[in-house]
């Protein structure tokens, strides 16, 4: 063999690694997942190769990937789009051109479906343009949801598109499913805001910051969409650039003594039904020293972190919607918190995907994402 022969089967192989991912048997499209993940594969490599060389902040990368993505608010033949701010907070609102006999219910989101669901609930939707990392850490982003979501919660505005204030709802999908969660919780509490959320609905959230080794963790831990350095990278870069936290989060080595109380919220151990137990043992995180806590407390802060909330902020929350996937590091965070808030009381209404993975409702063209779309419009259209 020349050397040529032995070089392109060198790169042959080099690129079939490359591409290859072991996928579970379940998946409907292997192929197009794998290419799929071999697109994030070489645009999160990128980002580090760019961060090492200094040319960009990690986190940039992703955002310039983002913003590739987005489309200026554009309306057609079933709904006008805009855009306008609530509380000096950009937001962009859907509103169906179909005459409306009654007043039309509301859903307060973060996450991509806007305009079918305008169309096809015949509701006024809201998208909150929060301000993002690594520019901006938290609680910037909450705060951005919370300030219009009050904004939104009042008489004359919600008179002025024609909403009915008893069918208001608020949703998310993974980051923005931390936020419908953290600011839902936050209303409820609220004295000045009399005007109450309906339902939730939470896509795959991130809702705890405490605990990086659940099963769920573990099992996913390489898995392509989200693995778990890239959701631990997210989560230190929710609060600081400093990487001293993202290092500290990846070995569970970041939670002072004097929060050890917080731990009961996060335990596997007692909140997982067993079959996403089977073939783990709990160990309590081990604990770090306080310093990081002190510089960075958000990442104990119930508003970043919903599932340390205790019981009593719990019990008043509205009819939940929680989506979950197997294939996902956040699967846990979604099953706990659905306990959590069984044991409080409230109704909630889970949708447990066997052969779901992180992010799946987004990824368009995907069978998959057309199914869950529909389950979760579907509940919708039912419950809010
Ligand atoms: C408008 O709504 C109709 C009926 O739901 C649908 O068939 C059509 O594709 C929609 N148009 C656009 C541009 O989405
Ligand atoms: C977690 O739950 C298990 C089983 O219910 C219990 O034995 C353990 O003490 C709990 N640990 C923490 C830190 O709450």
Redesign the pocket.
């Known amino acids: 063999m020349g050397t040529k022969t032995v070089l392109l089967l060198l790169v042959g192989v080099l690129g079939a690694y490359y591409v290859y991912t072991p996928i579970p048997d379940s998946f409907e499209e292997p192929w197009r997942f794998m290419w799929m993940a071999t697109q994030i594969k070489t645009v999160t490599n990128l980002a580090v190769f760019a961060e090492q060389l200094g040319i960009s902040h990690f986190m940039d990368i992703g955002m310039l990937y983002m913003s590739s993505q987005e489309v200026p608010p554009t309306s057609d033949e079933n709904v006008t789009v805009m855009e306008t701010t609530f509380n000096n907070v950009l937001v962009r609102v859907y509103i169906p051109n179909r005459k409306s006999e009654a007043l039309r219910r509301a859903w307060f989101n973060t996450d991509i479906l806007s305009r079918r669901t305008a169309n096809r609930l015949d509701a006024v939707v809201i998208s909150t343009n929060y301000r993002l990392a690594p520019k901006y850490h938290f609680p910037i982003q909450f705060e951005d949801v919370y300030n219009s979501l009050k904004w939104f919660l009042r008489q004359d505005i919600l008179e002025k598109y024609g909403v009915d204030p008893k069918r208001i709802g608020i949703s998310g999908d993974s980051a923005g499913g931390n936020l419908a969660a953290a600011v839902s919780q936050q209303v409820i509490n609220d004295p000045d805001v009399k005007i109450k959320l309906k339902t939730q609905s939470l896509i795959y959230p991130a809702l705890q910051t405490l605990d990086m080794n659940l099963p769920s963790f573990q099992e996913n831990s390489h898995f392509p969409t989200l693995p778990k350095s890239l959701m631990v990278r997210f989560w230190s870069e929710y609060f600081t650039t400093d990487r001293t936290l993202e290092e500290a989060m990846f070995f569970n080595q970041h939670v002072p003594e004097k929060s ?1 109380h917080l ?2 919220f996060v ?1 596997w ?2 909140l997982l039904p067993e079959n996403f137990k089977k073939g783990h043992f ?1 160990n ?1 995180p081990t604990h770090g020293s306080s310093e990081l806590a002190n510089k960075y407390p958000g990442f104990i802060d119930v508003r970043a972190a919903p599932l340390l909330s205790d019981d009593s902020k719990l019990h008043g929350l509205p009819l939940t919607y929680v989506i979950t996937c197997q294939y996902d590091v956040l699967r846990d965070d979604g099953i706990m918190y659905v306990s959590r808030l069984q044991n409080a009381g409230v109704r909630v209404t889970h949708n447990h995907i066997e052969d779901g993975f992180h992010g799946a409702l987004s990824y368009y063209g995907f069978k998959i994402a057309y199914r869950i779309e529909d389950q979760y419009l579907s509940w919708l259209s039912k419950n809010l």
């Open positions: 050890s731990f009961q335990n151990s007692s709990y309590s």
